[in-house]
Every structure is written in C-alpha cells, then in structure tokens.
C-alpha cells in the first residue's frame, strides 16, 4: 500500500507559504505606491495644467488683438512710443530704433544687435504698426514696428507693461481662487540647435529659470508673429503644485503606513494562530500517545492478574487476597486517571461548577491529606504538617481545592528520591491571604522549565519524570482551580534541592 501524502503542512511550510502569499503582492502593491508618490507631482502639474487651458486659450487670443489696436506716437527727437486707444502705454521710448539704408540707429545696443535679422525682412513690414517677436542671439524681444518708406521704424515693447495688460483681461476671466499672475516668458530654444556650446548654455539656462524662478503651473505659446513667447501662469503666494503633491504623499504615506501595519498585523496574528494550532495539534498527539501509555499500563496488570485467578495459579488465600488488593489498586489507578481527563474536560469546556461557601481552609487541608495517606500506604517517606489551629475561612469548593492540594502532594511524592522522601505541608496566614505550601527535597525544576510546568500535558523533560507516572494535568487543573477560586499558585525551586509549591487563597471577607 502507498503512504498517503500529509493533509496538514507543518507549520514552517505553512508559515513560509503565508509570507510567500502575502509578502510578494505586498511588496508590488507597496512599489506601485512609491511610483505614485514619486510621480504625485507630474499628476498635480497635470490637473493644474488642464484647469488653466481655458483662460490660457482665450488669453492668447485676446492679447495680440488689444495690442494690434495700438498705435506708434512720436515724442520729439527722434523717439517713439506705443499707445492704446485708452492711452495705456506699452513701450519704453528708450528702446526707439530706425533702419534706414540698411543700417540701424537706436539708444539700446543689446536690441540693436537683435535688429540685424530684422534688415533683410524691412520690405514686408506693413505700413501701419504690427506686433510680433524677434528671437536672436540667444534673446527674445517684443516689438512694434511699422515700414517707413524703404525704412523701418519702432519700440520694443515693455515686459511689465504687457504683463499689466494681460493681467487686466485675466482679471476679467479668472474666477480660480488660487493667487496667480499670468506673464510673458521667451519659448525655450531647441536644444539640438546651435552646436554643443548653445545647447549646453541653453540647458543651463533652462535649469536655473526652473530651480530659482517661481514654478509654471500652465502655459501656451503665443500665435504667429508672437511665437517666440508663451504665456505662463506662475503662482505668488505658495506653490499649489507643492502643496497638493506634498498632501498627497502625505495621504499616501499614512495609507502605505496603516496597510503595513495592518499587515504586519494580520500576518503576527495568523502565525500566532498556525503556531497556536500547530502546537494544540502537536499536544493532542502527545496527549493521545501519553493517555495511551498510561491507560496500557493498569489495564495490562489488570488482565494479567485476572488470567492468574482465572487460570487458578494461586492456591493460597493469602495470595488470592494480595493479587485482589492489586487488583483493585490498578483498578482506582485506572479509575483516577480517567476521572482526572474527564476533570479536565469540565474546566476547559466551562462546566465545571464550584459549590463556592466560607470554610475553614483546615477542612480542605484534612481531606488532601487523608486522600494522601490512603494512596501511599506502603510507607516509605517523612511527611511533616505545620499549620496553626485557628485558620481562618475562605470562601471555597472543599473538595476542589482539596483535590488541588492533592495534586501538589501526590507530584512532591512522585519526583522526590525513592531513598529518601521528605515532604512538609505547610500553612499559614499572610494579610489577606491564606498560603498552603507542599515542600519536598526531589530533583527540582530549571529556571526554564517553571513557565511551563502548569501548561496542559507538559512534563519536565528528566530521566526521572520518564520512569514516573503521570498526564501532564495535574498541575494545571490545581492552577484552574486555584484562579476559580480568585487565588494563584506560585513555585520556588532548584534544581537538585527539591521545589516549593504554595496555593494562595484569599480570605474570606464574611
């Protein structure tokens, strides 16, 4: 016959299976997070962009309209300037310039220099003043020029004139609530153009406007013959883009934090179940195995001393009485255990009910003992009981807390010296409390081993709890019904000078 494969995983693989499950779409889940933090700000640039390309639209439009209405007025001397019809000024009368015969004549020699493109193109100017931009030598101007005769005449246009224009008919379309003002700004020249040299100032440039200026939130170059601008909407007061990207990473990062701790959480709790499980399964196995032992044992003498009466081996009364008084220590032996398992059963399902009224703790004390007495006839051990006659009262099941007391007693005589049994019962008053201890001079208990001496089905790993009879219970059931009982139970011992079990009982109040 095939072995059948295990149905249950031990619980390293399954712990490992669950951290497989869970870690891995977890840590994908969490780099898709990051991503979304890292590009939170393209996402805000985005929306911001889309909300302005309305006004920015119709901007553009409207600007080079109002200021194809102006028109070029001299000053005397040569110098020019350029009006609205409501007499709002565009232009500088510094920045006048002629080009006559080729040649051009103005005070500023930066716009002198970016003029020169402009002489070869004097024939297709119109009469009448025309708006439009000139980019050379790196620069961007804003001019208003009209033909005059073979020549040409003009301004450049003011920046911060234009902008004040521009501002008054944003004003009239901007309903947004965030504080913004629209200006001019030169489109960024192509960075293949104009050898490494341009490229490299070009990208220099471009990267100091953006760390040092005021972020563009929208923008949209001009139409011909303005194409050498866009129109920008920067902000004046804190940066929108900042600050909802920095409220959403922060959203994200509280999120990302809460699903790892929930996680972190969850997988705690279900490794803490699965070992919960794994152990509680590994103690049924042990328990099964153990109660199996321990039932074979007495149920073995038992039919053997039955097929020796049976068989008629012995012929001697005293003999057949002898086998019958082991007969019926391995039947209370067996009858012990089986009641203690089925005591057990009680105090974890919640039936176990205490008959709970003020007795005289003596009472308790008396009945352990006699029990005790009454199991170890044989002799063979020193027991010694120090209590005072007046004790007072405790509000108690007798026959539970004596049943406890029995355990302690019953375990001092099993692991101490077979040589050498020396067993002290003591009790006595301490405030509010009533404390039985049962002393004994055994093997004694490892500092490592105390925390679980009062777990169910555990024993103490020793040659001589392995040649020792027992369920592993017994403690255990004395601790459940000590804290029933509003008490604890507490352990002193070292190894190879013997252990001291004490029972703490409050007084009773009555």
Do not use: C
């Not at 600007?63 to 007499?87: D, K, Q, T, V």
């Not at 004040?164 to 947004?176: C, G, I, M, P, W």
């Not at 405790?394 to 099993?414: P, S």
């Amino acid at each position: 016959m095939s072995r059948q494969a295990p149905v249950i995983l031990s619980f390293r693989r399954t712990f490992a299976l669950l951290l497989l499950l869970v870690v891995l779409p977890s840590a994908g889940l969490s780099g898709f997070g990051v991503v979304a933090i890292i590009n939170e700000r393209a996402a805000v640039e985005k929306r911001l962009e889309a909300a302005w390309r309305g006004t920015l639209e119709t901007l553009s439009q409207e600007l080079p309209l109002a200021m194809e209405s102006g028109r070029l007025e001299e000053l005397g001397g040569g110098l020019l300037r350029f009006a609205l019809p409501n007499g709002e000024v565009l232009s500088d009368p510094d920045s006048t310039f002629h080009v006559v015969d080729g040649k051009v004549s103005t005070l500023d020699p930066q716009l002198a220099e970016s003029l020169i493109t402009l002489v070869p193109e004097v024939g297709a100017l119109p009469t009448r003043p025309t708006v439009f931009s000139l980019s050379a030598g790196g620069r961007a101007v804003l001019l208003a020029a009209e033909r005059e005769g073979n020549g040409a005449r003009g301004v450049r246009l003011s920046g911060r004139a234009v902008e004040e224009l521009l501002s008054d008919k944003a004003d009239r379309r901007v309903s947004n609530s965030e504080p913004v003002r629209f200006a001019l700004l030169p489109v960024p020249r192509d960075a293949g153009e104009g050898g490494l040299v341009n490229r490299l100032m070009s990208e220099v440039a471009q990267a100091r406007q953006n760390a040092l200026g005021p972020p563009v939130l929208a923008e949209r170059v001009l139409p011909s013959p303005l194409q050498d601008f866009r129109l920008v909407v920067l902000p004046t007061g804190e940066d929108p883009v900042a600050r909802a990207s920095t409220r959403n990473r922060a959203v994200y990062g509280v999120l990302l934090g809460l699903f790892y701790l929930t996680l972190t959480f969850g997988v705690v709790y279900t490794a803490r179940v699965l070992y919960r499980e794994a152990r509680l399964s590994r103690m049924k196995t042990d328990f099964v195995s153990l109660v199996s032992h321990e039932l074979r044992t007495p149920l073995t003498s038992i039919r053997m001393f039955i097929e020796t009466l049976a068989q008629g081996r012995v012929k001697d009364p005293k003999q057949t009485q002898e086998v019958l008084n082991l007969l019926t220590q391995e039947t209370e032996r067996l009858s012990n255990l089986i009641e203690r398992v089925l005591d057990w059963a009680r105090i974890e399902s919640g039936r176990k009910v205490y008959q709970r009224e003020p007795r005289p703790v003596s009472e308790a004390m008396d009945m352990a003992l006699q029990a005790f007495r009454a199991q170890r006839l044989e002799g063979g051990m020193d027991l010694r009981v120090d209590a005072p006659v007046s004790l007072p009262r405790v509000e108690m099941d007798r026959d539970a807390v004596a049943g406890a007391l029995l355990n302690l007693l019953q375990n001092a005589y099993k692991y101490s010296g077979p040589s050498d049994r020396r067993i002290r019962l003591t009790v006595h008053q301490s405030r509010k409390w009533v404390e039985l201890s049962v002393e004994d001079n055994g093997v004694g208990i490892a500092s490592k081993e105390r925390r679980r001496i009062f777990e169910r089905f555990y024993r103490v790993d020793n040659l001589l709890t392995r040649k020792t009879e027992g369920s592993g219970l017994g403690l255990a059931i004395s601790k459940r019904i000590v804290e029933a009982h509003g008490g604890r139970i507490t352990v002193r011992s070292e190894v190879g000078k013997g252990s001291r079990f004490t029972i703490h009982l409050p007084v009773s109040k009555a």
